[in-house]
């Protein structure tokens, strides 16, 4: 996936949709004072504001007590919204990008997955099987869907250029193209709020460069970086479970380390890695589950249950023993490892492979919870 940002501005495209596109360019500056006639239009002045606010939900707030116009359903519309933000820095899709891709889930689905739509549209994008997305199955999986539509996106010659509702345009080709415009104040909050919550440094910054605010567990030296390659199975020269964690995360902790270089096994319950019997091996959620067991906190088994484990945190304000999340989507992650401080994470991480430390920055988490 890596190679698609190599991709851009190297697509070759035929004469019409060239053309199609350079009218779209020419018309950029109407469109623009057009974009404000919405009513639904989150005025440029409140997106600090909104920001701020998708920001007190990301920290873990109750959102029944965070209102926030147009996200009247944030436990489902937010973690949508991280899934289309992490999928884009995944693939390497700039911000703006981002922000198109947020205000066409918007205007298509209200970042929702939706089952159906219009004729044959499904999911975030209410994109059509019969149009060559995909299946209908495929396209109700939303990093599946996010991909498609940004892969379309960067194949628009010069979309960098164009207003978010034209770029938005170019990809659906909906009957209705202006109204992409009023969810972009919207899109752009809540591309800020959720890219400052992510654990990695280079996400940390605003287009100038500027600093986000975020903690400094991002910072490098901080995000695990500064240990160097670690030897799976082993723990890095000098760590130390820090003296400030919850004791029962110190346990946690100190039972999960002493299952390092124990093979992974899918289904495996955890309960005697070091023995002959696979089964009783650790997968990610085994590990987890077992690691707090033994310090009398009950966690459910698998990765799906666990992401509703606790409270919510913000991936910025970690602490050890906070469960960190990835693959899959923010709703429903594929992958579990436990956070233990110095900007490292212990995991259990796939087949073949064994229970290792690995530094913070390798992850990209897309929730985070706290069962303490």
Excluded at 182 to 188: D, G, Y
Excluded at 241 to 251: E, M, S, V, W
Aim: aromatic share 6%; glycine share 10%.
């Amino acid at each position: 996936m890596k190679a698609l940002a190599a991709g851009l501005g190297v697509v070759v495209l035929s004469p019409v949709l060239l053309f199609g596109t350079a009218t779209m360019m020419a018309t950029a500056s109407q469109a623009a004072q057009n974009s404000g006639q919405f009513g639904d239009c989150l005025p440029a002045g409140d997106t600090g504001a909104v920001t701020k606010k998708i920001t007190k939900i990301l920290d873990g707030a109750d959102s029944k007590h965070v209102h926030i116009k147009d996200l009247t359903l944030p436990a489902t519309q937010i973690p949508n919204a991280q899934t289309i933000v992490t999928t884009g820095i995944s693939l390497n899709v700039p911000a703006r990008g981002q922000v198109v891709a947020l205000a066409t889930a918007m205007q298509e689905s209200r970042l929702r997955n939706l089952d159906s739509g219009d004729r044959d549209s499904v999911g975030l994008f209410q994109q059509r099987p019969s149009q060559g997305w995909g299946t209908a199955q495929q396209l109700h999986d939303p990093v599946y869907a996010t991909t498609k539509f940004y892969k379309a996106l960067v194949k628009v010659h010069g979309w960098q250029q164009l207003t978010v509702a034209q770029a938005a345009q170019a990809v659906q080709a909906s009957g209705f193209p202006e109204a992409y415009a009023k969810w972009e104040s919207l899109a752009t909050a809540l591309d800020k709020a959720i890219t400052a919550s992510l654990p990695h440094s280079a996400q940390g910054k605003d287009p100038k460069g500027a600093s986000s605010g975020a903690s400094s567990a991002c910072v490098p030296g901080k995000d695990g970086s500064s240990w160097g390659p670690i030897p799976e199975g082993t723990v890095p020269k000098g760590y130390k479970i820090p003296k400030d964690a919850d004791p029962k995360a110190r346990r946690a902790i100190e039972w999960a380390m002493h299952q390092l270089g124990t093979l992974y096994q899918w289904g495996g319950t955890c309960t005697a890695a070091h023995g002959p019997d696979p089964m009783r091996r650790c997968d990610c959620s085994s590990l987890m589950q077992q690691a707090y067991a033994h310090t009398g906190v009950k966690l459910t088994r698998t990765t799906y249950t666990q992401v509703h484990e606790g409270k919510a945190v913000s991936a910025t304000r970690l602490r050890p023993g906070d469960l960190v999340f990835s693959r899959g989507t923010a709703s429903r992650p594929e992958h579990v490892g436990m956070f233990m401080g110095d900007g490292l994470v212990i995991e259990a991480p796939r087949t073949t492979k064994p229970v290792r430390i690995t530094p913070i920055t390798d992850w990209t988490i897309l929730a985070a919870r706290r069962v303490l």
